[in-house]
């Protein structure tokens, strides 16, 4: 049985579905190698406009690292493991298109570091979130020290990571966690509702908007403003810019594709 479920959508919208539910869809090494199949095959398409990640499970997305096969492993296979997932989430937020983490579930550890490398993450009201790393005496190891404190602020993720506190999607919301919770059967259908916006837009300018503002939170405000300059020129010269333009003039829906 597979352990990562891809379907390709209209607009070029892609759906990778974690498909382990009897093992709260944590990630094995097989898992792995399938998620970076799946990157390798999307990294550089044109087609690909929009990634949704979500889970088979409906109560949790990602419970993290499969700790049941970890707890076989010797000292060299757990660093080889833990580098393995470091890396493909690392893929994920290096990914040139706009993800979404449709977190239909709970999302604990390295699932929710993997929701962490996503630009956009949609919670489900009563599910549970945190990086409870702490409680066994280890840390996040998948970015999630710096990709936490990041987006909701380096007190609050303090807090968090030093607590190894869990919070409701409500709460999630509420500091800055989710973009959007919503009841739980109702986030995928939020997620797609976003992605086909997305998708409706110029493949081009998305990327360079994400490529700009990815780049920009790294360094000071005037080099980060030449960032955004350089993205916007590199816009000029393309056929989705010249559609816009006469899509407008004739007040048409404009047909972008990505050249």
Known sequence: ??????????????????NRPTKANSLSIQLLRELNDFLSSVENSKQARVIIFTSKNSNVFCAGADLKERNKMDEKEVRFAVQK?????????????????AMNGSALGGGLELGLAC??????ETAIYGLTET??????????????????GVGKAKELIFTA???????????????????????????YEIARKIA?????????????????????????????????????????????LLAFQEKRKPNYQGE
């Open 1 to 18: 049985m597979k352990s990562l479920l891809v379907e390709e959508h209209e607009q070029g919208v892609i759906l990778a579905t974690l």
């Open 85 to 101: 997932i470091g890396m493909t989430i690392n893929r994920i937020a290096s990914l040139k298109q706009p993800t979404i983490a």
């Open 119 to 124: 630009d956009l993450r949609i919670g489900s």
């Open 135 to 152: 409680s066994l005496a280890i840390i996040p190891g998948a970015g999630g020290t710096q990709r936490l404190s990041r987006l909701i």
């Open 165 to 191: 506190s869990r919070v409701t999607g409500v709460e999630a919301k509420q500091i800055g966690l989710v973009e959007h919770v919503e009841k739980q059967d109702n986030v995928l259908q939020k997620a």
């Open 200 to 244: 409706s837009n110029g493949p081009a300018a998305v990327r360079q908007a994400k490529r700009a503002i990815d780049l920009g939170l790294e360094v000071d405000l005037q080099t980060a403003l030449t960032i955004e300059r350089n993205a916007y020129e590199k816009l000029i010269s393309t056929k989705d810019r010249r559609e816009g």
